[in-house]
Each structure stands twice: as structure tokens, then as C-alpha cells.
């Protein structure tokens, strides 16, 4: 599987997520983690387009499974803005 386009996207979005662990512990600023959080989204929209392309291409999981990832990376990822934005001001308080 090396070699191939989607080890390649895969491997971008994995790159992508060790990122997100590493601004999730230096962030200091809710600005910079949400500025570093939706840069790694715009950044990881071409990854997750061609992932779904070939998971479509090659019927082993279906339309809908294949949506819901879709939903559940990005909705993860915007979740923990939110939970940032909530939990991380909180002992400001």
C-alpha cells in the first residue's frame, strides 16, 4: 500500500492529527489553538475529499458510512474548539 495516493492522504492526516495533539498541550492562547485548529481543517479538506473518493470508488463501505466519518473527523475537530472556547477560560472565572 505504500506509494499509493491514499497512503499518502492518509498519511498527511495523520501528520495533520500529531499536530493537533501538540497544539492541544503548547496553546496557551484560545486564539492560536482555534487559528491552529482551523488551519488543520482547511489544510486536511483535499486529504478527506480524495479518502472519500476511493472509499466510494471501491464499495466496501458504504455512502452513508462513508458520510459519517466525513461528519465525525470534522465534527470532532470543531467540538474541541467549542470545548476550548468552554473549558479552558473556565478557571479564569
Do not use: R
Amino acid at each position: 500500500m505504500e506509494k499509493t495516493p491514499l497512503y499518502h492522504a492518509v498519511t498527511k492526516l495523520d501528520y495533520m492529527f500529531a499536530a493537533f495533539c501538540i497544539v492541544v498541550f503548547i496553546a496557551g492562547n484560545i486564539c492560536i489553538f482555534a487559528g491552529v485548529v482551523g488551519i488543520i481543517l482547511i489544510l486536511s479538506i483535499k486529504y478527506v475529499q480524495h479518502i472519500k473518493k476511493e472509499f466510494l470508488k471501491s464499495g466496501f463501505i458504504s455512502v452513508k458510512e462513508t458520510y459519517l466519518s466525513i461528519v465525525a473527523y470534522y465534527f470532532f475537530y470543531l467540538i474541541s474548539i467549542v470545548w476550548a472556547f468552554l473549558f479552558l477560560t473556565f478557571p479564569s472565572f
